[in-house]
């Protein structure tokens, strides 16, 4: 996390591995060695130290396409 207009950095540090079960969504899981903590987002725990647990998923104008069955 930086700052430029007021000088402020933090940094976390850990590893992740992920993969993904199908097309379009990726897991993954992690651990934080070194984290931050920002009291003006208390709700952003996953910048903490200790485990982290991500889930992604895509989802754009191709992908609602592709849902709705209609050729690009």
């Known amino acids: 996390m930086n ?5 402020i950095r933090s940094n976390a540090i850990g590893v992740m591995v992920g993969f993904s079960p199908i097309r379009d969504i990726w897991l993954s899981l992690g651990y934080n060695f070194r984290g931050f903590y920002d009291a003006d987002f208390s709700g952003a725990e996953g910048r903490v130290q200790g485990i982290v647990l991500d889930f992604r998923i ?15």
């Not at 700052?3 to 000088?7: A, F, I, M, Q, R």
């Open 58 to 72: 895509k989802f754009d104008q191709s992908s609602v396409r592709n849902m709705r069955g209609e050729q690009p």
């Open 3 to 7: 700052s430029y207009n007021s000088n």
